[in-house]
């Protein structure tokens, strides 16, 4: 069974960082490319980034390039997310996904709520 287990969100003021990890079990992680997605109060679940099976290749929404940097360790069967000069805007609760996996509204996992406020 998978299961997925976010942590490292917080409160933090604008401009500051934080790093989030996502613990990956009941699959073979090295398989499957893993992205970050975040659900803000009121707004759809969107895809924020994405890494490739070993981690050559990645993609950023528009308005997270060149402040999050998305990362995974295969040994560790672990996906990261460090966060910079952080935004309110960047508020949520975010989830990590294997991507290509048969998917349902019930497999996320709890998710880690960000908040970034002065």
Do not use: H
């Amino acid at each position: 069974q998978v299961q997925l287990v976010e942590s490292g969100g917080g409160l933090v003021q604008p401009g500051g960082s934080l790093r989030l990890s996502c613990a990956a079990s009941g699959f073979t992680f090295r398989r499957y490319s893993m992205s970050w997605y975040r659900q803000a109060p009121g707004k759809e679940r969107e895809l924020v980034a994405m890494i490739s099976t070993a981690g050559g290749n990645t993609n950023y929404r528009d308005s997270v390039k060149g402040r999050f940097t998305i990362s995974r360790d295969n040994a560790k069967n672990s996906v990261s997310l460090q966060m910079n000069s952080l935004k309110p805007e960047d508020t949520a609760v975010y989830y990590c996904k294997p991507e290509g996996m048969n998917w349902g509204p019930d497999d996320w996992g709890q998710g880690t709520q960000v908040t970034v406020s002065s």
